[in-house]
């Protein structure tokens, strides 16, 4: 018995010598993916994803703005009694360079093809950009009666096709 123990020991010896890289990488990746999916499934979503889409990104108190504009218009749809909203920013190249031009442009296509936001907020050059591939993007495109503060371009609200008739609501109490 004590020849079997000494023989099992030595296997396992063996075998994590020769594999022991082999399984620490599939340790860590598991490890990885693991926490991939813990983020996702934690990330609260949200009762409003929107997207600004504009020449120039908006700093931390403009977001705020824009963020507390649209959560004092919308309705509470998930029932946690808070309006949440869900801000993304895609900054469309103003320096001319031609392959960031088109990364942001790519970018921008990929989203409105998922369909990841429900409002969408363009600047003048973002709406003239969409426009200029394809304008059944979205179901309606208005002028917004307020700008942001600190911009001096108009904005315009977006729909994508198929919007819910709250966040027509939504565009037009904006």
């Known amino acids: 018995m004590n020849h079997m123990d000494e023989k099992r020991r030595k296997a396992i010896a063996n075998f994590w010598d020769y594999h022991k890289l082999h399984i620490l990488v599939a340790l860590a990746a598991i490890l990885f993916v693991g926490y991939l999916v813990w ?13 600004y889409v504009g020449i120039y990104t908006l ?14 218009s919308g309705k509470d ?6 309006v949440t909203v869900q801000l993304q920013q895609i900054q ?24 990841s936001s429900q409002l969408y907020l363009l600047d003048s050059t973002a709406l003239e950009i969409i426009s200029s591939y394809d ?12 700008s942001i503060p600190g911009l001096e371009t108009p904005i315009y609200g977006a729909l994508p096709q198929g919007a819910e008739e709250t966040l027509v609501t939504l565009l037009e109490s904006l």
């Open 39 to 51: 983020d996702l499934l934690d990330r609260p979503a949200g009762d409003y994803q929107v997207t």
């Open 59 to 72: 700093d931390a108190d403009q977001c705020q703005w824009l963020t507390d504009r649209i959560s004092g």
């Open 77 to 82: 749809s998930d029932g946690d009694g808070q």
């Open 92 to 115: 469309l190249d103003n320096t001319g360079a031609e392959g960031l031009d088109m990364l942001y442009r790519t970018k921008l296509l990929t989203q409105l093809s998922q369909g």
């Open 135 to 146: 304008s059944s993007f979205f179901s309606q495109c208005v002028p917004m009666e307020w």
